[in-house]
């Protein structure tokens, strides 16, 4: 029984602790120019350059804007945070604070959540505003854009392991992979128009899965993925993503 309460009590000071990083992040560096460059204008630039003048439905646009700014916004700001505060040595005391390491990675990703979720208010707020919006499944859409935003942030922290003080040494190598990823998941180019090989990788990409569960959630029709097998890929891939990135991050500490 001692060794249960001892547990709990444990895992409520490691939440506790990882909550205060995250609300620290929000507050910090949520108005910092990387963080609304990449997190906020770039999605919508890439969003308005590729749908402008084609003829598209707002059904077709809308699932599109809301998977595109949860991709980057939640993929941000891990990046922007982590080198900053290697730079100012702030990242190097939580390392040798007594916490688990696990407990900053979890911190550093829920500022990364949710910036996710605020920022994709502003589509969710110009489709209800401007065209009537509906939300045919609101459980399969709050699930998707919430297991995206936790993904992606875990995508972020996972490339923010890379031992720089230099925010761009992370974004260069991260955008080399976050494009990419719009054209083979349905972003830009439908997955039907892929070549086989095309298809088969969108099915590993995680924002395919985002852009068929916001699709299914909004009633529209979707890539033929079960949802039940979106949501399983969701989840398997940001486990991927936090152990990759406690294992680079131990290593670092390891060195360091």
């Not at 350059?49 to 939640?74: D, E, H, K, Y």
């Not at 992370?170 to 972003?187: A, D, E, H, V, Y």
Request: proline fraction near 7%; charge should be positive; include cysteine.
């Amino acid at each position: 029984m001692e060794d249960r309460d001892g547990l709990l009590n444990r895992i409520r000071k490691e939440a506790s602790r990882a909550w205060a990083i995250g609300w620290k992040d929000i507050r910090v560096y949520y108005l910092s120019p990387p963080t609304l460059m990449f997190g906020v204008m770039f999605p919508f630039a890439l969003f308005f350059t590729f749908t402008v003048g084609r003829n598209l439905n707002i059904t077709q646009m809308l699932p599109v804007l809301f998977s595109q700014t949860v991709f980057w916004a939640s993929s941000t700001v891990g990046p922007v945070v982590i080198p900053l505060e290697r730079r100012m040595k702030t990242f190097d005391r939580y390392l040798s604070a007594p916490m688990s390491l696990l407990s900053v990675i979890i911190g550093k990703s829920l500022a990364g959540i949710a910036f996710g979720l605020m920022v994709s208010i502003v589509p969710l707020a110009i489709g209800f505003l401007f065209f009537s919006l509906q939300i045919a499944d609101i459980l399969l859409f709050s699930t998707g854009i919430l297991l995206s935003c936790v993904t992606f942030a875990a995508m972020g922290i996972m490339f923010a392991s890379v031992p720089t003080e230099n925010v761009g040494n992370i974004m260069m190598p991260m955008n080399f992979i976050r494009i990419p990823l719009l054209f083979i998941s349905g972003i830009f180019i439908p997955i039907e128009s892929l070549p086989i090989a095309g298809q088969i990788l969108s099915l590993i990409s995680p924002l395919t899965h985002t852009l068929v569960l916001v699709r299914l959630g909004m009633g529209v029709q979707s890539f033929p993925i079960p949802p039940a097998a979106s949501v399983l890929a969701l989840i398997l891939t940001s486990l991927i993503f936090f152990v990759i990135s406690k294992q680079f991050h131990e290593i670092n500490k390891r060195r360091e």
